[in-house]
């Protein structure tokens, strides 16, 4: 079966721009969550997502922003884009409410110019 | 504090040999998850293995296994028979079941850089 697709892989912005990502997640899984990687700061948890609705942020400014749709895929919403904002944005999916099995994606890489 | 460390940033080991990746945390929830996750150098994160606080026996998958030691807080990945292919970044995680918001998110360490050398 389909893995967790994330679009697009590369994205080059330049500052003050705002940027979308797009994650889908495996059919059934209904938990979308969102981390940043960066080489200083590391894998950084910015929110979760289920059925819709948030269930938990990470310590990210209110430029981060994301969403859930009806059919579980999910997009995260940069604004106002600043250097420190280039990252490795990763997706990841699970099936149940309170499950271990987290499937990732294989990220969005944005750098922002 | 860091909840997960990863002492080690850069491990070396020659093919078809084991290795051991070191991996301590901290937490005062009675349940948790513990994850290890392997990041090559395309991006993904591949999930390895999960070993949860009140497994009795030490998880295993395949060539990994992880040696769980609850007492001292530590999780450590070990792969035997190294191969080349198993040249990457290793992620230890935590989820921390009952903390009310933390329930769904992965707290990750600052991982350890593998290469295995023929």
């Known amino acids: 079966k389909a893995g967790v697709t994330q679009t697009p892989r590369y994205l080059i912005k330049t500052r003050g721009q705002q940027v979308t990502l797009s994650c889908s997640p495996i059919s059934g899984h209904r938990s979308v969550s969102w981390y940043q990687q960066t080489p200083g700061q590391g894998l950084q948890f910015l929110f979760e997502y289920f059925s819709e609705t948030q269930r938990n942020k990470g310590n990210f400014p209110g430029r981060f922003s994301g969403r859930q749709f009806s059919n579980s895929r999910s997009e995260m919403n940069v604004s106002t884009l600043e250097l420190g904002d280039s990252a490795l944005y990763l997706c990841?999916?699970?099936?149940?409410?309170?499950?271990?099995?987290?499937?990732f994606g294989s990220g969005t890489r944005l750098t922002v110019v | 504090a860091q909840k997960i460390t990863q002492t080690q940033p850069g491990m070396f080991v020659q093919e078809k040999e084991a290795v051991t990746l070191d991996c301590t945390y901290d937490?005062?929830?009675?349940?948790?998850?513990l994850f290890w996750y392997k990041q090559p150098s395309s991006g993904e994160m591949i999930f390895l293995i999960y070993?949860?606080?009140?497994?009795?026996q030490n998880a295993t998958e395949g060539r990994y296994s992880l040696n769980f030691q609850k007492a001292r807080k530590s999780a450590n990945l070990v792969i035997s028979a190294s191969q080349l292919g198993d040249s990457a970044m290793y992620f230890c995680?935590?989820?921390?079941?009952?903390?009310?918001?933390?329930?769904?998110?992965?707290?990750f360490g600052k991982g350890t850089l593998l290469t295995v050398n023929p």
């Open positions: 070993q949860g606080s009140y497994d009795q």
């Open positions: 937490t005062s929830d009675p349940s948790y998850g």
């Open positions: 990841a999916s699970s099936a149940l409410r309170d499950t271990y099995g987290y499937t």
């Open positions: 995680a935590m989820r921390e079941i009952n903390s009310g918001g933390s329930n769904y998110k992965l707290t």
